[in-house]
């Protein structure tokens, strides 16, 4: 991830068919390489208006997956590092009072 690019893609399974590049990316990303390991850091708003992006709501489970390509194997399409689901649960805001 030289160039910090993170693209936005929507699955409904795990055919090639079912996995669809959004039109429009709402998510950016910065990466680090250190010691063998890669820290990225994706940022994205809770709510984007796009009807292809989940709601990332505060209290519910969010699934999610990341597929990394690696450029100087030449991997594309399913050439791929693809982790396993994970989810994450977003705190609710702490009250100001």
Partial sequence: MSDNQ??????????????VK?????????????????????KRALKTGDANDPELTPGRFIPFSIAVYDGQMNEQGNRATVSAWYYIMLEPATPLN
């Fill in 22 to 42: 959004q039109q429009k990316n709402d998510i950016t990303a910065a990466a680090t390489y250190k010691d063998g390991l890669y820290r990225v850091v994706f």
């Fill in 6 to 19: 993170a693209v936005e893609m929507s699955a409904k399974g795990i055919q090639p068919e079912a996995i």
